[in-house]
């Protein structure tokens, strides 16, 4: 069983600038370019590649592999089933059409457009959260959102999500693995009871999965007091941005800002 | 297993990615989940201390390698959990709006599932409106039918199929507002989730159930359910109107603003099309009211409007009357033991 976060974290400690680069920094910047994603209208292919060069660049300089990004970030193709339906309501120039009986399906070229534009949008926006998340380490990210001025409840909450992620994950997977021991089946013969049978054994591992999170949180609490914790989660390195990351950081966002108007103002 | 399979499961429904939702939308719900989120957080750190941060955090593991946990249904797919309605059974409010605001934000920082854009939206469909179904429904019913067992397992069941119909009714909502067609996305989603939501009733259910009888001091310091003193309380007509009032709302919102919304003129037709589908399954849909809209108004969008809250509100009359009905038979079961 491959240990989850080495999968995760695969390419966090390589170096390269990027990954040198303060979390903030480039937290921003992915914000900054997810949401001038967001804002292009559809069908501005240029803007679109334009966005893809500084991400694969950016990907390509990292040393995460520029395939391997671009495979993993087929992630959300399936919710792009939703998207399908862009193809036949928009009002536009015809350019294929069925009947069904009583319905007729048209495609129309602002139809094409539309789907297509989602279906980039969607798949460059996966790619730079992935190089986000390939550049930083997940501690550092927790440290930008504070700085960033998140709730400290809410960062020591994802905190200690993420330490036990593993843990409660590696838990599930025990229970599965000891399920599937004890579901001996004839072959050809469907294993275990109903459906509502089915459900109800999974529900009692979920109840037995919550009782031992309970617990455990319990001795974290203990161990946490006992290192003298006493209601406050400090940390050091406080350090404020420096003008060039402040600067590097508003010129991203304003070139990103420019694209945008850009692909309006010629689009 | 592997982590792949997890996420492509939990992506057929409910985590939008980027790309998917425009701007305006995806910051309209960012603003209403950093509202919630906020006000979340005030409420924990007046009513919790400090040991509750550990408690969450580890719970947040825990809900998110809950949803691991599986079954499988028919054709290789899987029932699984989402676990909104379990965390504010279990937790509380205010802490469980946390930790699944926290599960759905690690699941699209760590796997992307679900855009960094949407988390937004994403959070607000997973984590505050499940939450807000499980506990606003579910401590209501529970004044009500809860001193019973069975009670308790008939809630259960309710708030987690409600919770995850809320989640694909949102989900459905932004995407209708940033330009995708509801006559598709409203019945599509529905009728998944309708399926998926007994998956989730069952389990929640299940858990619950198994929680009650084995540790029982722990659902009872959480969250005061089980207490016996507050589960004896009547449920005052106050709440009973709030909560009429809030579902008349949302059903009029939603009935107002669906067809507007898509610019799609059959959108609410399909949605009707399909609850009739749902509720008679494959009976000719348009029973009530012919072609979804009022004969009197004529073919323009206010009367698509209009039939469509005539729609919801016979939906609405029909519920509570059942309600109305189950509850009067669980009176007349206590005066009888």
Known sequence: ??????????????????????????????????????????????????????????????????????????????????????????????????????????????????????????????????????????????????????????????????????????????????????????????????????AAVVGRMVGTLFIRAYERSERV??????????????????????????GFTLLGTAAAAAVVWASYLFG | MNWQNIADGLVLGLHIPDGFLSAPVALIWWVLTIGALALAVQRVGVELNERQVPLMGVMAAFIFAGQMLNFPVLGGTSGHLLGGALAALLLGPWAGVLVMSAVVTLQALLFQDGGLLAIGANVFNMGVATVAIGYLLGMPLLRTFGGKRWGLMLIGFITAWLSVMAAALLTSLQLVFSGLSATVVFPAMIFVHAFIGIGEGLITVAALAFVVSTRPDLVSSLAGFLNKEALQQPVDKRTIGLVTFVGLGFAALAALLSPLASGDPDGLERVAENQGFLERAMDAPYTIIPDYTVPFLGETPLSTIAAGMIGLLILFALMYGLALVLRGRSSDSRTRS
Not at chain 1, 40 to 66: E, K, S
Not at chain 1, 223 to 236: E, I, T, Y
């Open chain 1, 221 to 246: 609490y203990v161990a946490m007091l006992s290192r003298g914790f006493n209601g406050n989660l400090v940390s050091l390195d406080e350090r404020p941005l420096s003008p060039n990351e402040r």
């Open chain 1, 1 to 198: 069983m491959a240990t989850p976060h080495l999968l995760l974290d695969r390419y966090i400690d390589a170096e390269s600038p990027l990954h040198a680069q303060d979390a903030r920094v480039k937290l921003l910047l992915t914000l900054a370019l997810v949401v001038a994603l967001a804002l292009l209208p559809a069908g501005a292919w240029v803007a679109l590649l334009v966005f893809a060069l500084i991400i694969w660049t950016a990907v390509y300089q990292a040393h995460i592999g520029l395939l391997r990004t671009m495979r993993r970030s087929l992630v959300a193709l399936p919710f792009a089933l939703v998207a399908v339906t862009l193809l036949i309501t928009r009002p536009g120039e015809l350019l294929l059409s069925w009947s069904f009986g009583p319905w007729r399906l048209a495609i129309t070229d602002a139809g094409v457009t539309a789907f297509l534009s989602v279906l980039v949008k969607s798949w460059l926006s996966v790619q730079a959260m992935l190089l986000l998340m390939s550049i930083t380490h997940f501690a550092d990210l927790l440290r930008a959102l504070r700085q960033l001025r998140l709730p400290p409840v809410l960062v020591a909450i994802l905190g200690f999500a993420y330490r036990y992620l593993f843990i409660m994950t590696d838990e599930a997977q025990r229970m599965l693995r000891a399920r599937e021991c004890r579901s001996a089946a004839l072959p050809g013969q469907p294993a275990g009871g109903s459906i509502t049978w089915r």
